[in-house]
């Protein structure tokens, strides 16, 4: 493994240690006749999975465990069996765990407001840089914990607020202050918060909040908290460290291996003083973990059986502290009964510490309603979407008692970058055959404008098309799903023209159109618009044949538009599942101010269905003129290209009339963690293109099929494909950015 992607695997979520050899006398020493011994679990990212190996000896030996103290990935898995969890659902929860699963913290996609959703099939890439008074900010993690608290609470069997010396066996987590640099030793709180305290890696997982301090992963401080163990009262010490080697010089190539192994140091030596505490009765516990990295976490079921290796070895130091089968078992039922979880009934959903956000705005994102039990699964949904929403760093709740009622506090913590944000795009795509383009756009989004959520959006895009867009979105009160959008779109465009394969000339097309837009959004579910628009439009023949020349080259416009989106896609450029569908109408008017009466209407409709990696892809595309007048030269629909008639060349169709279908099928070949991964697929397209502009070309349906790879990088999807027609045409392609 390089160095790059050692640190990496670090910043993901990791605590990382120097394991340190640890003489520890092999022979017999005294300790009380019952000592109450207490199990210390170090900090090591996924390398931590191989606590539960020790575990599964420490029971095979019947050697009690009276008291837990952990830092990082240990308090993990030390919260979990302190609360009752047995190793066999320990396992279940291991198996389900990824990367993807702990740190991709968007909500299901199908949750998402329609406005962030619409987001996805742009070309704009990079996370949200903050704006505020003209200083750049970013935030403070790749990731903020809400997505990894909700994990962490499927490990805890105890839910709620606790005192942790009440808990089956008494636990302790240990945090980092990162105001003092001092470690922070938790004895009570919610759990899963707790743990996410303890194991937020700085500038991976952003700093938990918790009675006023800013926290971060305990392996700073106390990477193997042999004192806290210590303190509750510890005869006997089990210590198991789990952490990464230092990095050999060689390895030390780089910025990244550099600052990795900065931080690698400041964690090794507090290990180091924890070693060096140890006294002759205790037991230091070193699993061999090899090439395993502290962000293998898609390894591991993998990673816990070599925690019973190295457990073993230590057989022979385990065995006397054994207790007898009944009084083993006695204990472990003991620690491992479950009272019945209470149907908490609540009577109040509030939202505390808002300064900008209306809470009204954020009612009909929640589920959980007053006056019925909470569901801890609806209850998790309802955090990811409120943090789907972009307006909040980190999602958080507590459950308090006040008075004689039951209230369900969310505190949603506002983006300390927000409120204005800026994002950028790219767009590239070539043939192979001298043509290509390119596309840069950047995004600026001033949010919470007044307290009715009012949001100004600004888009500049240079390159193939060059446009400035403008819209005010301005929802009639907090919360209330009907809008209004005045919006303006000043766009420079060009639109190639072809006699079958031939580049025969180019339009060129400038307009002007400012209009506004009142709607309704429908949940989650989609977006209908109706609007008024007006302007100019200035449309040209840059070259090509003299009967294609628009007569006048300065036109006013003036029409009637409606929109209706519905968008339940998993992900909007390899979707596994659910579907999407668009409608548009334009009726430009002369008593609007137009100088044509003429309707266009387009329509699309995608769906997914997914059978393990296999997925298969249907699309159905249409449009046309409505009436019997003709659209206006620069009105007709462009088309062509890839996976829109593979084999022809982008917008080589170009008419009054299409109708368009394609069946996709793709493979995941290549399995991602934060990001999708790489699939392999083909497609069957048929299409015609009705009233050609240019009056030669075929109007007959067209049979295509291509053959690509595609992945999610982070710049963007990336495909490269080759595509044929049954006529003949044909084309390699390069896309970053969506080709459809």
């Not at 005869?235 to 190539?253: F, H, M, S, W, Y």
């Not at 044509?596 to 329509?603: L, N, P, Q, T, V």
């Not at 009054?656 to 990001?675: A, C, K, N, P, S």
Request: aromatic fraction near 8%.
């Amino acid at each position: 493994m390089t160095p790059m992607s050692r640190f990496l695997a670090l910043l993901l979520l990791a605590s990382a240690t120097l394991p340190a050899a640890h003489a520890a006398s092999s022979q017999a020493v005294k300790t009380p006749a019952h000592p109450r011994i207490c199990l210390v679990l170090s900090g090591g990212g996924a390398r931590g999975a191989a606590h539960v190996g020790v575990l599964r000896v420490l029971e095979e030996y019947r050697v009690p465990v009276h008291c837990i103290a952990g830092t990082s990935m240990g308090s993990l898995v030390g919260a979990a069996y302190a609360t009752g969890t047995t190793l066999p659902e320990m396992d279940v929860i291991l198996s389900s765990i990824s990367t993807e699963l702990l740190f991709k913290e968007e909500p299901p996609r199908q949750e998402l407001a329609m406005r962030r959703k619409g987001d996805d099939y742009s070309i704009l890439f990079t996370p949200e840089i903050g704006l505020s008074k003209g200083e750049v900010k970013l935030g403070k993690g790749i990731v903020t914990g809400v997505q990894l608290e909700t994990v962490l609470r499927q490990l805890s069997k105890t839910k709620g607020y606790q005192h942790f010396d009440r808990l089956p066996i008494p636990y302790r987590a240990v945090a980092t202050d990162l105001v003092t640099g001092q470690a922070v030793v938790f004895k009570e709180g919610e759990l899963a918060n707790v743990m996410r305290a303890s194991m937020s890696v700085p500038g991976a997982v952003a700093p938990a909040e918790f009675n006023g301090m800013m926290l971060v992963d305990g392996m700073l401080t106390s990477n193997l908290p042999v004192q806290t163990a210590r303190e509750m009262g510890a005869d006997v010490i089990i210590a198991v460290n789990v952490g990464t080697p230092l990095l050999k010089r060689e390895q030390l190539n780089g910025i990244l291996g550099v600052s990795g192994q900065m931080l690698s140091i400041l964690t090794e030596q507090n290990v180091q003083a924890s070693l060096a505490s140890l006294q002759p009765q205790d037991i230091l516990i070193s699993p061999e973990l090899g090439d395993y990295s502290t962000g293998d976490f898609d390894a591991l079921p993998q990673i816990a059986p070599l925690g019973e290796a190295a457990t073993r070895k230590m057989a022979e130091r385990l065995r006397p502290l054994a207790l007898p089968p009944a009084e083993y078992a006695a204990l472990r039922l003991q620690q491992t009964q479950q009272a019945k979880a209470e149907q908490l009934v609540i009577d109040e959903v509030r939202f505390d510490n808002l300064q900008r956000v209306n809470p009204k705005a954020l009612v009909g994102l929640v589920d959980t309603q007053a006056g019925k039990p909470i569901d801890q699964a609806v209850l998790d949904k309802d955090i990811r979407r409120l943090y789907g929403t972009g307006d909040f760093e980190h999602v958080s709740y507590r459950i308090e008692e006040e008075n004689g009622k039951r209230v369900l506090a969310i505190t949603p913590a506002e983006k300390t970058w927000g409120p204005d944000y800026l994002r950028f795009g790219l767009g590239l795509s070539s043939d192979f055959d001298g043509d290509s383009s390119f596309n840069l756009l950047g995004s600026h989004r001033q949010t919470w404008l007044n307290d009715r959520g009012a949001e100004w959006r600004n888009d500049v895009q240079i390159g193939q098309t060059t446009s400035w867009e403008s819209e005010w979105y301005q929802p009639l009160s907090a919360g209330n799903p009907l809008f209004v959008a005045p919006h303006l779109a000043i766009t420079q465009r060009s639109a190639d023209l072809y006699d079958d394969e031939r580049r025969i000339g180019t339009y060129d097309m400038f307009s002007t159109l400012a209009g506004v837009d009142v709607g309704s959004q429908f949940n989650r579910y989609g977006e209908l618009r109706l609007g008024l628009v007006t302007g100019q439009v200035n449309p040209s023949l840059d070259s090509g044949p003299d009967y294609l020349e628009v007569e006048n080259k300065r036109l006013t416009a003036g029409a009637l538009t409606a929109r209706l989106r519905l968008d339940q896609l998993d992900s909007a450029n390899f979707p596994r599942s659910g579907w999407r569908s668009q409608i548009n109408l334009f009726d430009s008017q002369q008593a609007l101010g137009a100088e044509e009466d003429y309707a266009k209407w387009s329509g699309e409709f995608t769906s997914a269905i997914s059978f393990d990696s296999h997925t298969f892809n249907f699309a159905l595309f249409a449009a046309d003129k409505l009436g019997d007048d003709p659209l206006p030269t620069y009105e007709n629909v462009q088309w062509g290209g890839f996976l829109k008639q593979s084999g022809y060349a982008p917008g080589q169709l170009l008419g009054e009339d299409l109708q368009f279908g394609r069946v996709m099928y793709y493979h995941r070949i290549m399995q991602g963690t934060l990001l999708e991964g790489a699939y392999g697929g083909i497609s069957l397209e048929v299409g015609r293109m009705g009233e050609p502009l240019v009056k030669s070309n075929s109007s007959d349906w067209i049979i295509s099929n291509s053959l690509f790879i595609g992945t999610d990088s982070p710049i963007g999807p990336l495909y490269l494909g080759y595509g044929r027609a049954d006529d003949g045409n044909s084309s390699l392609y390069f896309y970053l950015g969506r080709p459809f």
